[in-house]
């Protein structure tokens, strides 16, 4: 049994950064690819950022190329998304998940998901 939990969410201004976290629990933590996603009301959940359980970064989504940044600290058991500059278009619930193979996040595939944390970004 694994669970995530995000936190970090809040309101900020445009051009803003903001810093997401997410703790998983489980002693299998250390061999799951982790990923941030977000979905904003109406709309479909997309993919953000990924990185393996060994520190791989897989490619940005378009939108978090520039801007965002995925990192892991295994001896936390965290996982982290930098956001710089952010826009108005940045305002979603924010997810993560953690799963063993990162392709599977690629694709919005998980184990496990945390409930979401809330962004948003005033203009």
């Known amino acids: 049994q694994v669970q995530v939990v995000e936190s970090g969410g809040r309101l900020v201004q445009a051009g803003g950064s903001l810093r997401l976290s997410c703790v998983a629990s489980g002693r299998t933590f250390g061999t799951y690819a982790m990923g941030w996603f977000r979905q904003a009301p109406g709309q479909e959940r997309e993919f953000v950022a990924a990185?393996?359980?060994?520190?791989?970064?897989?490619p940005y989504a378009n939108s978090a190329k520039g801007r965002f940044t995925i990192s892991r600290d295994n001896a936390k058991n965290t996982v982290y998304l930098q956001m710089n500059s952010l826009k108005p278009e940045d305002t979603a619930v924010y997810y993560c998940a953690a799963t063993p193979g990162v392709a599977d996040l690629l694709r919005i595939r998980s184990d496990y998901w945390g409930q979401g944390t809330q962004v948003t970004v005033s203009s």
């Open positions: 990185i393996t359980w060994s520190g791989v970064v897989t």
